[in-house]
């Protein structure tokens, strides 16, 4: 009878020890995979970081080029503006000269 209890001993044993091993097999592989995941989420990270780069990058040479269009737009406005006074001081010149004429 004792002998019979230590070979059920022995084999809850080698039960217990094969669930130990199968859990520290699914221990390992979720091991694995998280340090996959985490490896995905640094790169993630540093393609988020590039993009928010380059959208800086972008962002600057927008506002760059608008600053640039602003002032090409004031210096067009304001070579109309000397055009039209010039028309108009000429149409005025030739006004005048007609009557100086007459």
């Known amino acids: 009878e004792v002998e019979e ?29 998280a340090l996959s995941l985490r490896k995905q989420l640094q790169a993630l990270q540093g393609q988020r970081a590039e993009a928010a ?16 269009n602003a002032v090409k737009s004031a210096i067009i406005k304001r070579h109309k503006a000397g055009a039209e006074k ?13 009557q100086m004429a007459g």
Not at 86 to 98: F, H, N, V
């Open 5 to 33: 209890r230590v070979q059920a001993t022995e084999l809850n044993l080698w039960g217990a020890q094969s669930e130990l091993l199968e859990a520290y097999g699914k221990l390992a592989a979720s091991a694995a995979e």
């Open 53 to 68: 780069r380059q959208l800086q990058h972008h962002l600057h040479f927008f506002h760059q080029v608008r600053e640039e």
């Open 86 to 98: 010039r028309e108009e001081l000429e149409s005025a010149l030739r006004l005048g000269g007609g």
